[in-house]
């Protein structure tokens, strides 16, 4: 089979993956959200955590909205950045219409499945690989940055278990890349041709110091966007919390959130968010509060916003 032919292949196959809807995966997810909520209803007072939202500050809770906008400006002048790096032309315009229509499947997903979306709809101009590669980069230097923002702030805060946790993360995730891009795996030629073309991304990132710290300044700002929305939500919730700790406790507090067993993370996420803060003495009904508010800001409305973004991108496919 040619190369053009596998491109046609993988292509077919990633239109399939698309158009297939995992009814039952969702409902699973769903009921285990339910499950969790149900359990967390136990040990905090859902009135109560009624009472703390509809006395939340107007203007804050606005300043939350306008700091979510931030977000998809940043990625896609990362991906751009990326994809650029890669020999791949992209305008920024595209790349926002592209991160916009992989939200909502990457919102009702267990997984970051709403990429998907981007190497469907370039996979007439770019290789598939290279789009899943770009990825692949992003998502690595994602983890990356989380655990070391955990650690810094961790640190500052004197919060030496987290810090120990984070600390580990980090250095398991930067010899799991080492690893990754310098030893190669006993795979079947086809497969390693896969693999070494997804893997490209992060070579070529590697080996440009300039398009690494760019990249690597644009994923601070957009967690760093994250961490100062989790201050300001809790804030509008009546609460001041510190910065430092704050930004060693919602990478954590995400990486919970990321375990593929609830609706975009909701309950467990919210769980992360109940213990770590309550170390500072804040009550679980704030803390809940304040998950909620950030899966409704991170998750919710940018899906919602993003739902014409989807359609139009894969009618165009």
């Known amino acids: 089979m040619s190369g053009h032919d596998e491109e046609r292949a993988d292509s077919a196959q990633l239109e399939a993956k698309i158009k297939k809807r995992s009814w039952g995966r969702w409902a699973l997810l769903l009921l285990v959200t339910l499950v969790v909520f149900v359990l967390l209803g136990t040990k905090?007072?859902?009135?109560?955590?009624?009472?703390?939202?509809?006395?939340?500050?107007p203007f804050l809770l606005f300043v939350g909205l306008l700091i979510t906008a931030t977000f998809p400006v940043f990625s896609a002048l990362r991906w751009q950045r990326v994809m650029n790096g890669l020999g791949h032309q992209l305008a920024f315009g595209e790349a926002f219409e592209l991160i916009m229509a992989a939200w909502p499947m990457g919102t009702l997903t267990p997984s970051k499945a709403g990429d998907v979306v981007?190497?469907?709809?370039?996979?007439?101009?770019?290789?598939?690989?290279?789009?899943?590669?770009s990825v692949l980069a992003e998502r690595a230097l994602d983890v990356l940055v989380l655990l070391a923002l955990a650690l810094f702030g961790c640190v500052l805060f004197q919060r030496w278990d987290l810090a120990l946790l984070a600390g580990g993360g980090l250095l398991a995730g930067l010899v799991g890349i080492?690893?990754?891009?310098?030893?190669?795996?006993?795979?079947p030629a086809k497969l390693q041709d896969k693999v070494d073309g997804v893997l490209e991304a992060l070579r070529v990132v590697g080996r440009s110091p300039r398009l690494l710290?760019?990249?690597?300044?644009?994923?601070?700002?957009?967690?760093?966007?994250?961490?100062?929305?989790?201050?300001?939500?809790?804030?509008?919730?009546?609460?001041?919390?510190?910065?430092?700790?704050?930004?060693?406790?919602?990478p954590l507090a995400?990486?919970?959130?990321?375990?593929?067993?609830?609706?975009?993370?909701?309950?467990?996420?919210?769980?992360?968010?109940?213990?770590?803060?309550?170390?500072?003495?804040?009550?679980?009904?704030?803390?809940?509060?304040?998950?909620?508010?950030?899966?409704?800001?991170?998750?919710?409305?940018?899906?919602?916003?993003?739902?014409?973004?989807?359609?139009?991108?894969?009618?165009?496919g």
Do not use: H
């Open 178 to 187: 080492t690893v990754l891009l310098t030893v190669r795996l006993p795979l």
């Open 254 to 316: 995400i990486f919970v959130g990321l375990l593929p067993l609830t609706l975009s993370g909701m309950g467990t996420r919210d769980s992360a968010f109940i213990a770590l803060f309550g170390t500072l003495g804040v009550a679980a009904e704030v803390s809940l509060g304040v998950g909620l508010l950030y899966s409704l800001y991170g998750y919710w409305l940018p899906a919602l916003a993003g739902l014409p973004f989807m359609k139009r991108v894969l009618g165009r």
């Open 118 to 133: 981007k190497a469907y709809y370039l996979r007439n101009r770019i290789p598939i690989r290279t789009t899943l590669g």
């Open 44 to 57: 905090l007072d859902y009135a109560k955590v009624g009472s703390v939202l509809g006395a939340a500050d």
């Open 213 to 250: 710290s760019e990249v690597l300044l644009l994923t601070v700002i957009n967690w760093m966007a994250s961490v100062v929305q989790v201050v300001v939500c809790y804030k509008a919730l009546g609460v001041v919390v510190p910065l430092t700790f704050t930004t060693g406790a919602v």
